[in-house]
């Protein structure tokens, strides 16, 4: 039995309806960049290279801001500003559209970190895949429903202002829930941590490497759903594309912290090697339409779901206690500098053929896999 599991909960329920509301926001906006509004594939490439990788800073500095000041605090602010993306539906150029979701998603980088670190104040290192398995299960549950509703919505021709608009209702419940949990305050002001970084023998930036080069394959999931939908020329199967990656990575993100598996092993084999298998699964079956792309976007999901529970617990224990969130910080500036050069690589190659992007993130996602699995062939490895 987790010693604080009430506070465990709270924090995870947030989670919950903070994707029920911003997953929406995150399945639409390539539809409404590319589709609607008619920028071409380079461009929107360029656009979620900015809006993921240099964010990647702005997650650094949540991490660090957090420790030195609260983590609850910065959790909370940024929390709260990512309501701004409920008026993405009433862009009608593509740069509004993307000024909009560039705000709400540096915002969601910012409270990241402090929230998982927030996560691994209430629990013992025993607990804590347990912990993010429940935070990842409860996250992705919260957008797989956003992402039913949309897609629903959007069968019925709902208007998609409104649409966005409604977004801003579970966000703002988000908040409310992040507000009463009773957990995150300042921790050190004074120092870096350069101490704590050392202590780690450098295992701890082998992770924010490989996080990195798996950022190459994690590219937004809006290149599969624009692939869904030239194939299939529906908008509302691209959705379902989404969804069933969202409900692969609930399903196993929840499973994976039930079966104590070794992290590092996990991380290398069910994470980073599977994405690697997922996208090269893009590249070889889209023209099989959804018969092809949905298992494809499961396996994905599975991959992803070892990721998010295996990197932040193996972070966790790495980091000494009052330097975690700077640690968790780290994770998010690895991923999303490796998702800034990836998603900008991704259009240009997609620009020329969809299957070249899909290549090119199936190999980087491999070179993730054998730099873990250098940690793990090297003797010792920290447990």
Do not use: C
């Not at 050190?188 to 798996?214: D, E, M, Q």
């Not at 990575?249 to 092993?265: C, D, H, I, T």
């Amino acid at each position: 039995m987790m010693r604080n599991r009430e506070e465990i909960l709270r924090i995870s329920f947030s989670a919950f309806f903070a994707d029920l509301g911003y997953q929406t926001a995150v399945v639409m906006f390539p539809l409404i960049f590319v589709v609607f509004l008619g920028a071409p594939m380079w461009l929107y490439g360029i656009a979620e290279a900015v809006n993921y990788g240099l964010g990647s800073f702005i997650g650094f500095l949540g991490g660090f801001l957090g420790d030195a000041y609260g983590r609850k605090r910065i959790a909370v602010i940024g929390n709260a500003m990512i309501t701004v993306v409920a008026l993405l539906g009433f862009s009608r150029y593509w740069w509004e559209a993307w000024l909009i979701f560039l705000a709400g998603w540096w915002a969601r980088n910012l409270r990241t970190p402090p929230r998982r670190a927030m996560l691994s104040e209430v629990t013992e290192p025993n607990e804590r895949s347990e912990a993010f398995g429940i935070l990842h299960a409860l996250d992705i549950t919260g957008a797989v429903l956003a992402i039913t509703y949309t897609a629903v919505l959007l069968y019925l021709k709902f208007p998609i202002d409104y649409l966005l608009a409604i977004t801003a209702i579970p966000l703002v419940i988000s908040t409310l829930i992040l507000t009463m949990v009773n957990v995150g305050k300042a921790r050190t002001r004074s120092r870096l941590s350069i101490a704590g970084l050392r202590a780690t023998y450098g295992f701890a930036w082998l992770i924010v490497l490989s996080t990195f080069f798996f950022g190459f394959s994690q590219y937004s999931f809006g290149f599969p759903v624009i692939t869904t939908a030239e194939f299939t020329h529906e908008d509302y199967l691209a959705v379902i594309t989404y969804g069933i990656f969202l409900v692969a990575s609930a399903l196993f993100g929840y499973v994976f912290s039930k079966l104590r598996l070794n992290e590092y092993g996990g991380l290398a084999f069910l994470g980073y090697l599977l994405a690697s298998i997922a996208s090269l699964g893009f590249a070889l079956m889209a023209p099989l339409g959804a018969l092809g792309l949905y298992p494809t976007a499961f396996v994905l999901g599975v991959a992803v779901a070892a990721t998010e529970v295996f990197e932040p617990t193996i972070m966790s224990k790495l980091m000494p206690e009052e330097s975690v969130g700077l640690g968790m910080g780290l994770l998010t500036f690895g991923r999303s500098m490796g998702v800034f050069l990836g998603n900008a690589v991704m259009g240009l190659l997609y620009q020329i053929h969809y299957t070249y992007a899909y290549y090119f993130a199936s190999v980087s996602s491999l070179i993730a896999f054998i730099i873990v699995l250098s940690i793990i062939m090297s003797r010792p490895y920290p447990q």
